[in-house]
């Protein structure tokens, strides 16, 4: 049995793998973010990266969790209807740096863990969306040339 068959399997998937760009991505239909780490550390798999996008028109976060596996990048998406996941510090500590910085740059609460400041000076809020952040930079910049 391949590593991506054996992936499936053990999280009960029905959907087939897409390869796109270079990455391997599985639908994660009903399974939890935390039923996935744990599937990953089962199969010694390595936790690579989190990346997290706001979707338009008020859709939420999606978060997309990247593994590798024998040399094979493996990606898992989670679309988040509201503003919150639960950690998998506790089974992965390689996630501790991004899931921080998610938290302070999108203002996602990962549940279950505690946070220290990580970029933000005391008294600012989490949740500066760096989206916002370069349009109002945009706008400004924009401003200037018209005068």
């Known amino acids: 049995m391949s590593p991506?068959?054996?992936?499936?399997?053990r999280l009960g998937?029905?959907?087939?793998?897409?390869?796109?760009?270079?990455?391997h991505w599985l639908a994660m239909g009903a399974v939890n973010v935390r039923e996935l780490a744990k599937t990953?550390?089962?199969?010694?798999?390595?936790?690579i990266?989190?990346?997290?996008?706001?979707?338009?028109k008020e859709e939420g976060f999606?978060?997309?969790?990247?593994?590798?596996i024998d040399g094979q990048l493996?990606?898992?998406?989670?679309?988040l209807p509201g503003k919150s996941i639960e950690s998998i510090y506790d089974l992965c500590e390689a996630v501790d740096w991004i899931e921080r910085e998610i938290h302070e740059g999108f203002g996602l609460d990962f549940l279950g863990r505690e946070y220290e400041p990580l970029l933000l000076?005391?008294?600012?809020?989490?949740?500066?969306?760096?989206?916002?952040?370069?349009?109002?930079?945009?706008?400004v910049a924009a401003s200037k040339e018209t005068k």
């Open 4 to 9: 991506l068959e054996n992936i499936s399997e």
């Open 13 to 23: 998937a029905t959907e087939p793998w897409v390869e796109k760009g270079g990455v």
């Open 40 to 47: 990953m550390n089962g199969l010694r798999a390595r936790f």
């Open 49 to 56: 990266t989190i990346t997290a996008y706001q979707l338009p």
């Open 62 to 68: 999606r978060l997309e969790y990247h593994w590798d």
């Open 74 to 79: 493996l990606g898992f998406s989670f679309q």
């Open 121 to 139: 000076r005391q008294g600012e809020t989490p949740g500066v969306n760096l989206r916002d952040a370069v349009a109002a930079s945009d706008a």
